[in-house]
């Protein structure tokens, strides 16, 4: 039996940023993480030789982004290269033109989701997709990769409200590797999966394979999904966290690297869609910091479908797309090196929350403190953050505020 003041479960982003407020404010606290390594959904892989990142990558809305200030103070390099996601060099399968139609009738279908937004229209996104408009199909391509679902699972209440300063930045050490480097400091327990929060009592009880923690106030930051499927409970229940957490699931996006011979030839920094007129296509980076690979994102259907299919199914799927743009002499140039299952990995069941249909406001109940004794965080709780790694952050330090000053109230 351990004991301490605050436990903070799960070290993703959210927590790692809930345990570093905490620690700065001298306040004794532990860390429980369920894997055998930190960071979540945030993890950068080194085996290739190269940084890769496996979950998040950019640093969305870069010039407001708290990670981005907090990189260079570890001695880490944020890479400021404007990524031209809406413009591709490769014009094979999309011409200029194209492009340009595209771009239009997304920005087209942006605006209608702002009038619903604002008219308080809580419609699926799909629902303000021109009828029969020749990029439907790519529109919601876009949408898986964004949000981890198609349009039709999105509320335009929601859509609208992101925030997004359109600067995307990234770390060239890896994005992963900045959070583990943050939490460096912390006293985090690994492979300590917390079961159940007994809040019965005078003190917390925090049952996990490693023993009892006892402590006076807990800060939960795992995703919805453990909640929903009982694998943390909480004892007594409560009701209205597992219905928001059944409410607000998370969506699937998955990343495929794949190394290149020769890859001069191809441009560096640029994107492709593997196919213009299919939803369930990949997104292509090619060459990322002018590094010898291709990046393949997907999201949505697709991703599921693959990850269903198991080891390898992205990579082929990757390898015949590309050789359908690039041509078939780039077959024996494309060399799998490592590919994600975020749908399957037991300890966060997707890439990123999304709402539905009135299921917004599931995100204010999943952050809503519980008798200013445990305080919830994650990217799910964030408001107009959600889905990312900096609203992850944001998030995990609103509930160590929380926490720090419940624990002044009592005393500490
Ligand atoms: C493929 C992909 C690409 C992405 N791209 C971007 C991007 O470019 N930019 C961006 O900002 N975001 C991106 N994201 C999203 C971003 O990674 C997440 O929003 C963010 O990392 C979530 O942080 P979190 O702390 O809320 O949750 P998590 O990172 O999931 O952390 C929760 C932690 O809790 C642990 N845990 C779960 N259950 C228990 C338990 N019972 N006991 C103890 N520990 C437990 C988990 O193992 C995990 O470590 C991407 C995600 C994916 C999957």
């Not at 087209?108 to 604002?118: F, I, K, P, V």
């Not at 999904?225 to 409560?238: E, H, K, Q, S, V």
Request: charged share 25%; with cysteine.
């Amino acid at each position: 039996m351990h004991d301490t003041d605050v436990v903070v479960i799960g070290a993703g982003a959210a927590g790692i940023a809930a345990a570093r407020r905490l620690t700065d404010k001298q306040i004794p606290n532990i860390v429980l993480e369920a894997r055998n390594r930190i960071g979540g959904r945030a993890w950068t892989h080194t085996a290739s030789g190269f940084p890769l990142d496996l979950g998040c990558g950019y640093l969305h809305s870069g010039d407001e982004n708290d990670w981005a200030e907090i990189a260079p103070t570890l001695g880490l390099t944020v890479d400021r290269t404007r990524l031209g996601w809406d413009r591709t060099a490769i014009e094979a399968n999309f011409s200029a033109a194209d492009q340009d139609s595209f771009w239009r009738a997304f920005e087209r279908l942006e605006d209608r989701a702002e009038e619903a937004e604002e008219a308080g229209i809580d419609c699926p996104v799909s629902t303000l997709l021109k009828p029969g408009g020749r990029w439907n199909a790519l529109i919601n391509a876009l949408a898986t990769y964004i949000d981890g679902v198609e349009l039709d699972q999105l509320t335009a209440v929601e859509y609208d409200v992101y925030r997004d300063t359109e600067v995307n930045w990234r770390v060239r050490e890896g994005y992963g590797a900045l959070i583990a480097t943050y939490a460096k400091p912390l006293d985090i327990r690994l492979e300590c999966p917390a079961s159940l929060i007994d809040h019965s009592g005078k003190r917390l009880r925090i049952v996990t394979p490693q023993g009892d923690i006892t402590a006076r106030a807990a800060i939960i930051a795992v995703p919805p999904t453990l909640i929903a499927n009982g694998t943390l409970r909480f004892a007594p229940a409560i009701p209205d966290k597992l219905a928001a957490a059944h409410a607000l699931p998370l969506g699937v996006a998955d990343k495929v690297f794949l190394s290149v011979d020769k890859a001069d030839d191809l441009p560096r920094e640029t994107v492709l869609f593997g196919s213009t007129t299919s939803t369930a296509t990949g997104l292509y980076s090619l060459r990322p910091f002018g590094w010898p690979l291709i990046q393949g994102y997907f999201g949505g259907a697709c991703s599921r479908a693959l990850e269903m299919k198991g080891d390898g199914a992205f990579a082929s799927f990757a390898i015949e797309e590309l050789c359908g743009v690039l041509g078939n002499t780039w077959r024996s140039r494309l060399h799998p090196i490592i590919e994600t299952a975020w749908a399957g990995d037991p300890w966060s069941l997707g890439a990123y929350s999304y709402a539905g249909k009135n299921a917004r406001a599931n995100r204010a109940t999943l952050a809503a403190p519980v008798d200013e004794r445990l305080f919830f965080a994650g990217e799910h709780c964030s408001d107009k953050d959600f889905s990312t790694a900096h609203g992850a952050y944001r998030a995990g330090k609103k509930a160590a505020k929380g926490a720090v000053k419940a624990l002044k109230a009592l005393g500490a």
